[in-house]
């Protein structure tokens, strides 16, 4: 059986500690735009501290697991204990948190004065091979350094001293190697990397009733802050999207080689697209990423997980850190906990970036930096005040209804690329006369 690799990437991060203020952003969250909103999406996740990491993948592969196999270059021979089969949950809660939100606020009678609002306290919460087989291997440089059983999954570390040999033994061995893969192969293969292999053991797969393809976890020790995705690049039929959430002590991770671009936010959107916010935000990150002429790594998310403003999910509990790597502990063995018994001191950071082989030519390099304040892709439902009460202020406010409108309205285009007129139908409102859409214009770009 032909095996096609579905995908190939690894992470290496370095950090250190680093502790700021937190603000608040408040608001009552009503909905948030998953990763399910995207074809062709791969997630994984990093716990990063010192030089040590674990590492946790998750694929969409679609179809029969009988074809499924992937390969990731990895800096060192892994050993069976440092291989892990991850829980799904653990990782779907952990893109739930940080995903991108809808979030409502109603404003209040203009008739009313009230002392200005205190920000909110912040809720607190990881069989040897045959003889003939090895020669065959040695005369195409090719090593099966280890080989393990680990969940539901033949797992196989490779070294190869060229790449031509490591592709004929991967085809040799049933796994499909697309047109161009060798000379991505080539450039980890003279790094000195290694090969991570893993396929679907069926029988193991049958005994233990699991009906799905779990993430795989690794750990290992590397001072380098990479991600190889050149590899994955080379079978892919378009763009891919990967989402990334590096968990560590300190604060937000960047790419250096790349644009590392945070995603508008805080913006007034109109009250419909309540529901339709999956549509919105996919077209509005399209739009983005052609702004950055799709070339750009955008921060999605970047949090103390000991809390949240507005929560799209609950912070990750110390255990479900824990599942995922979070291996830095206090002096007493202990992870600190802060309120509900949440895990503290683990920053998150969400990437997500669209990627093809005519746009990221190179890995993906990262680096640490000191910036811990709050970071989220959120968006704004304003619903108006629609009392009676009759004083100048409620005049004024009426009067300035129509402006907020039509500001919505453009903002929504602008980010979208939807229609406006399109837009101004849906929310009932016609468009600023030609006579006031000079001023109305400047007011707008003065905000």
Not at 336 to 358: C, I
């Amino acid at each position: 059986m032909r095996r096609m690799i579905v995908s190939t990437f690894t992470l290496f991060i370095g950090l250190v500690a680093w502790s700021g203020p937190a603000s608040a952003f408040c608001g009552f969250y009503v909905g948030k735009a998953d990763t399910k909103l995207f074809n062709k999406a791969s997630e994984v996740a990093i716990a990063r501290h010192d030089n040590k990491t674990v590492l946790t993948m998750a694929n969409d592969f679609k179809g029969d697991v009988k074809e499924f196999a992937m390969v990731v270059p990895v800096p060192t021979i892994l050993k069976k204990d440092q291989i892990h089969v991850g829980e799904p949950a653990v990782l779907k809660h952990l893109a739930d948190y940080s995903a991108p939100r809808l979030v409502e606020y109603f404003d209040e009678n203009p008739c009313r004065r009230y002392p200005e609002a205190l920000s909110m306290e912040a809720l607190k919460s990881m069989p040897a091979p045959a003889e003939a087989k090895r020669e065959r291997n040695r005369t195409l440089g090719v090593t099966v350094e280890a080989q393990y059983l680990v969940g539901e999954y033949d797992i196989l570390i490779l070294s190869a001293t060229e790449s031509a040999g490591l592709e004929t033994w991967l085809t040799e061995n049933g796994y499909q190697i697309p047109a161009g893969a060798s000379s991505v192969l080539h450039s980890y293969v003279k790094q000195g990397m290694k090969f991570f292999v893993a396929k679907v053991n069926l029988e193991e797969q049958a005994r233990l009733g699991v009906t799905h393809l779990r993430p795989l976890q690794m750990a290992f020790e590397s001072p380098k802050l990479m991600l190889p995705i050149r590899l994955g690049t080379v079978n892919a039929d378009g763009a891919q999207e990967l989402f990334i959430y590096i968990l560590t002590k300190q604060g937000r991770v960047e790419t250096t080689n790349y644009r590392t671009v945070r995603l508008p936010e805080a913006k007034e959107i109109p009250l419909y697209v309540k529901d339709k916010f999956g549509d919105f935000y996919r077209d509005l990150f399209t739009q983005q990423v052609k702004r950055e002429s799709e070339r750009g790594v955008f921060l999605e998310y970047a949090w103390d997980m000991n809390w949240c403003d507005p929560c799209a999910a609950n912070p990750l509990t110390a255990e479900e850190l824990r599942s995922l790597g979070v291996f830095w502990q206090d002096q007493n063995g202990r992870m600190g906990k802060g309120l509900m018994g949440q895990a503290q001191n683990v920053f998150l950071t969400r990437l997500h970036v669209r990627y093809d082989a005519a746009h990221f030519p190179e890995d993906l390099m990262f680096q640490e930096t000191p910036d811990r304040g709050n970071f989220q892709a959120r968006y704004i439902l304003r619903h108006p005040w629609t009392g009676q009460d009759d004083c100048p202020a409620a005049t004024a406010y009426r009067q300035q209804l129509r402006e907020r409108y039509e500001r919505e309205a453009q903002t929504l285009a602008t980010l979208t690329g939807w229609n406006i007129g399109e837009i101004r139908t849906a929310m009932n409102i016609s468009a600023v006369p030609v006579s006031e859409e000079k001023q109305w214009y400047q007011r707008l770009w003065d905000n």
